[in-house]
């Protein structure tokens, strides 16, 4: 629990019951490799914070393709977050790409928080407001950034991303093939 009680530090200020009152109301969960945290056509209720590991959201199309949206690594939260706040079901799917820890935080203890923790609004504001700005900025690169922009930019959003995740969900997550992928890395390498 030191890792999300850093974190929580770091956002708001917080009295050590204060965190010990709001950690009491959640678990501590292990995922094994390629496992499902969080399904779709389910209504989210849960918030995982992961201590170990590394979580990626997809959404699957009409023709059930895959797409990677968003990956999630360590002293991070991750959810649906828009459906966990409209109560509605979700379309993503979340699953671990490696064994990962999670502290998952029922509905029950997020709204405790905000009703008993001294900064928990503002708490939850700074959640919200970090997935505005990465949302905001995912759309961006899609649609005014070349494919080899978003490649050499990816390591900086997700620090060791291409020693971690399999290289098709990266291309997916780019928007682009594996093929164009392979090529765009054979360039960098080229260029060394």
Not at 22 to 30: A, C, D, H, P, W
Not at 130 to 151: E, L
Request: net charge neutral; proline share 4%; glycine share 4%.
């Amino acid at each position: 629990m030191e890792q999300i009680k850093q974190v929580m530090k770091q956002m708001i200020n917080v009295t050590e019951d204060e965190l010990n009152d709001f950690l009491s109301q959640v678990i501590t969960k292990t995922f094994k490799r390629q496992e499902t945290v969080s399904r779709p056509n389910a209504i989210p209720n849960e918030i995982f914070f992961i201590n170990k590991g590394l979580i990626r959201v997809l959404i699957t199309d009409n023709e059930g393709t895959e797409h990677t949206i968003h990956f999630a690594l360590e002293n991070q939260f991750i959810a649906d977050y828009s459906n966990f706040i409209q109560k509605q079901p979700s379309l993503y799917t979340l699953q671990t790409v490696e064994e990962t820890q999670v502290i998952v935080l029922p509905r029950s203890a997020i709204e405790w928080g905000y009703k008993n923790l001294k900064e928990g609004q503002k708490m939850g504001r700074l959640i919200a407001e970090f997935y505005f700005i990465y949302q905001d900025d995912r759309i961006k690169n899609m649609y005014a950034r070349t494919p080899k922009q978003r490649y050499d930019s990816i390591t900086d959003v997700f620090q060791n991303i291409h020693n971690r995740v399999p290289q098709h969900m990266i291309a997916s997550y780019l928007g682009i093939t594996p093929v164009h992928l392979s090529r765009l890395k054979k360039a960098e390498i080229e260029k060394l």
